[in-house]
């Protein structure tokens, strides 16, 4: 009779720390967002209004002077281009456009 108390309160006691231990799932990264530039120079590039989701197949773009498409891995669109000046965002775009 001891043994199977001791094991029925082993096992209570075994269920109450399960009960309140948490098992933290993976943090999943947030997925990539591809914008295109719709500007027409490099004026425009921090105007948010001129940049669009991609969904689907990205644009092919002629090699050029403007950015095309960026990637941008978290946040928005706009914070992405204020964290950056011109050149960096010509840098860091995945094509150019004419």
């Known amino acids: 009779m001891k043994k199977y108390l001791l094991s029925l309160i082993v ?3 075994a269920a109450g720390a399960m009960a309140f231990t948490t098992v933290k799932a993976p943090v999943e990264e947030g997925l990539a967002v591809q914008y295109q530039f719709e500007g027409s120079s490099m004026d425009d590039v921090y105007d948010t209004e001129l940049w669009s989701e991609i969904t689907g197949t990205a644009p092919s773009c002629v090699e050029g ?7 941008v891995q978290s946040g928005s669109i706009g914070d992405w281009l204020n964290a950056r000046n011109e050149q960096q965002i ?3 775009a995945k094509t150019r456009k004419p």
């Open 11 to 13: 096992a209570a006691v």
């Open 65 to 71: 002077d403007l950015p095309c498409v960026v990637e």
């Open 90 to 92: 010509l840098n860091d």
